[in-house]
């Protein structure tokens, strides 16, 4: 098909066999995925990496995220979405695919799970879960900074006062958790991470204080999110809860409570 480089003017009216707003951003995706070669993550719709439709169903919101048992201690987890589906997709799509422009769709939603119910007032900093560093370096960036940064950003526009401090490190000798139980987990990540000294020291927290929420892509035992706690709370730091994009189904908890 040969398009046009007629002026606006002498285009056909929308329904006299030109194309009218609705039908611009099918084409638009269209013309994407044969330049891209892209498609939804959640729908496999050929264009955008997330399609308007699949976007449109992402939660606005976010919920407590209890995970079973509960690890001794835990503050409060929060998750926008469950593990499955098109969160999931996402989820995987930026960590393993390399997928960068689902970011942005991912910081939407650990920013639901960062201020959902978050009283108001007061300096939020949010702590994303550090990765081995040869993970990284293997997929060439860090896909939980990323979408921390994203969403901190957003909470800005909202007014609320929100920075980003990667203050934590892990320790040689923690192994990849895929595939291990809630104990294994457990006993894998216990002492691994360690607070970043010069990291703490730039975040100024004795001349501002503030409120610590420690950020992940996913909840599953809770054992990492219960790790990355204690090594804040050890400098005597004030972690107010856990906030992921997306919580293992048996973890969701509507009424708020753990069990």
């Excluded at 895929?178 to 990291?199: E, I, P, T």
């Excluded at 790790?227 to 730091?237: K, P």
Aim: aromatic residues 2%; proline residues 8%.
């Amino acid at each position: 098909m040969r398009l046009s480089t007629d002026p606006a003017g002498s285009r056909p009216a929308p329904g006299a066999g030109g194309f009218d707003g609705a039908v611009t951003g099918t084409v638009r995706d269209g013309a994407l995925d044969l330049l891209l070669g892209g498609a939804c993550v959640g729908c496999a719709r050929p264009g955008r990496l997330l399609c308007p439709g699949c976007r449109d169903e992402l939660p606005a919101a976010a919920t407590p995220a209890w995970p079973t048992p509960v690890p001794a201690g835990l503050v409060e987890p929060w998750a926008a979405a469950v593990y499955e589906g098109t969160a999931r997709a996402m989820v995987l799509g930026l960590k393993e695919r390399g997928l960068l422009g689902l970011a942005g769709p991912l910081g939407s939603l650990l920013a639901a799970a960062v201020s959902c119910e978050l009283p108001r007032g007061g300096r939020v900093v949010l702590v994303p879960v550090p990765s081995r560093p040869r993970t990284v370096r293997a997929r060439g960036h860090d896909p939980t900074r990323a979408v921390t940064l994203r969403a901190a950003r957003l909470l800005r526009r909202g007014g609320l006062d929100v920075g980003v401090a990667s203050l934590l490190r892990l320790r040689a000798g923690v192994v990849d958790q895929a595939g291990l139980d809630a104990a294994q987990r457990a006993a894998n990540l216990r002492g691994s991470m360690r607070l970043r000294a010069l990291a703490v020291r730039r975040a100024g927290f004795e001349r501002r204080p503030a409120r610590l929420v420690v950020c992940d892509d996913v909840l599953t035992t809770g054992s990492t999110a219960r790790e990355a706690q204690r090594a804040l709370e050890v400098a005597g730091l004030d972690v107010v809860r856990v906030a992921v994009v997306a919580a293992t189904p048996r973890r969701i908890s509507p009424a708020g409570h753990p069990g």
